[in-house]
């Protein structure tokens, strides 16, 4: 066997990959998130809605989340299995994409037409089936990554492409929910989220087939290793958590991150910072417009980076910077007037204001990006470390202590928003400015991102995969492919 250093100093020559399937693959993943984005609003349907408090709907999406991600080690197992005539990836993609897609109906137009005495239980079972079909469909994109191209240069397109789709979906959904929001009376309408629903359904239904066509011809058993001499098993599950370090250490890093971001993002944090803080709810629309070219032009610049220097390096500089705009954004609400950041008065507060929120979402984007390689990265190392081409395994294993730790998010905002007295209803656009309003505003939508990323610098530091490592990994990786087929040609001679 070539010892390390040959291995590394080999011309890797990776097989090309059409540009259109690069831009068209990414578009499912940004599909599916629509309905992340459609269910952060779950807790304003479920409770003003619905008629469910605030402390037991979050506790509800916990467990639930819980529950389903107990199925999603499984769910992996079985696509890892999987060598139909139909591909590993279009069969579990279709059925998870239709029935989230028909749960999160259910959710919306009928849970609150159902008798109180069963509605909890009605919508926790169709709440579980919505996660069920929505982590498939997130597993079944999963594996299908590592096919697409191998080529280190060419795997931050797919996840840069990713995020800028997801970006500007974003955007056209703050400025949407601006709009459509105040036309329906606030949170508290039906006729809400049943707009928000069908549109969310027919973008993600272009995005989806999008997305199908791409992967159509590449969906095919050798494409994806042959393990049907030795089938992946439950061991090996096991064997990766005790055995693949880099996959350790990016748990550790993407599931406190996932949280954090969760808790951030979630909708009663935008409408405390700019709702009741600022007091102008409007204006995130007003800035999810102004950045949408200023971030589509920095994920380029993101794209090309992690090409140059790998994810790993990338991710560091990210983290610095997002870092030291998430100190300076909140200091500039405490230490000024947030009133004053208005576009029709434009001042010294708006400038500063848009100056250091431009900072902080495009490093937050960028290091969300930097964290798309790493996966095909990790599944890589995995059949360079193991010899089993298992996606399904580290992708499965992952989903599941992501989602364990991420669905406390609901849990979180809900507990700490019910500890200043919203115990039944959640802050709204007409709810005054308190001290603890602003204190849990500031922590929850900043503060828990700052303590994540600490962590996850220390996490990057034993983190080995840089671009060195990986061009070594796939060296190898193509010497023992080569080998096994001239083996296999050999033996039907």
């Keep these: 066997m070539e010892n390390s250093k040959d291995i590394k100093e080999q011309s890797v020559v990776y097989e090309n990959i ?151 979906i974003g955007a056209g959904f703050g400025m949407f929910l601006a709009s459509v929001a105040p036309r329906h009376g606030g949170f508290g309408s039906a006729g809400l989220f049943h707009e928000l629903w069908l549109t969310f359904t027919l973008l993600s239904a272009v995005m989806f087939i999008a997305s199908m066509v791409a992967i159509w011809k590449l969906d095919v058993p050798e494409n994806f ?36 971001q969760n808790i951030a ?34 994920l380029l610049f993101g794209m090309r980076l992690v090409g140059k220097i790998g994810a790993k390096k990338a991710y560091i500089y990210t983290i610095w910077s997002a870092m030291a705009f998430g100190v300076l954004l909140p200091l500039l609400l405490i230490f000024g007037e947030p009133t004053l950041i208005r576009f029709d008065r434009i001042g010294f507060m708006t400038v500063a204001f848009v100056i250091l929120n431009f900072g902080f979402s495009v490093s937050r984007l960028l290091s969300n ?38 669905s406390l998010y609901q849990a979180i905002v809900a507990i700490v928003v019910a500890m200043i007295g919203f115990t039944e209803t959640l802050p709204d656009l007409d709810t005054p400015l308190t001290n603890e309003i602003f204190a849990v505003a500031i922590f929850l939508g900043f503060g828990v991102l700052i303590f994540s990323w600490i962590l996850s610098l220390i996490c990057m530091k034993f983190y080995p995969l840089d671009r060195a490592k990986m061009e070594e990994i796939q060296a190898e990786l193509k010497r023992r492919k080569e080998e096994q087929e001239a083996q296999e040609a050999f033996g039907k001679m």
């Design 265 to 298: 993002n979630h909708q009663v944090i935008n409408v405390m910072i700019f709702g009741i803080i600022i007091g102008d709810f409007a204006i995130t629309g007003a800035i999810s417009g102004i950045m949408l070219v200023p971030n589509l032009l920095v």
């Design 369 to 406: 990006m930097c964290v798309g390689p790493m996966t095909p990265d990790i599944i890589d190392y995995e059949t360079y470390r193991s010899g089993k081409f298992a996606p399904g395994v580290i992708v499965a294993v992952n989903s599941f202590i992501d989602k364990f730790v991420t």
């Design 225 to 260: 290793g042959n393990n049907k001499k030795d089938p992946v098993k439950v061991k090996d599950m096991i064997s990766t958590l005790k055995g693949n370090r880099p996959f350790q250490l990016f748990m550790i890093t993407n599931i406190t991150d996932r949280l954090s």
């Design 18 to 168: 059409k540009l259109w399937r690069l831009i068209a693959w990414p578009m499912g993943e940004s599909g599916r998130i629509l309905f992340l984005m459609l269910m952060i609003l779950l807790s304003f349907y479920a409770t003003g809605i619905a008629g469910l408090g605030v402390v037991l709907v979050g506790t509800l999406i916990t467990a639930t989340r819980i529950l389903d991600g107990i199925t999603d080690p499984l769910m992996g197992l079985w696509i890892d299995k999987t060598q139909g005539r139909f591909g590993k990836v279009r069969p579990f993609a279709i059925g998870s994409w239709i029935v989230m897609v028909g749960c999160a109906f259910l959710i919306f137009f009928t849970t609150h037409h159902i008798p109180e005495s069963f509605r909890v239980v009605y919508f926790v079972l169709i709440y579980i089936l919505y996660m069920m079909g929505y982590s498939t469909l997130g597993m079944s994109f999963g594996v299908a990554n590592p096919i697409i191209t191998k080529d280190p240069k060419k795997r931050p397109i797919i996840f840069g492409l990713s995020m800028g789709y997801t970006t500007t």
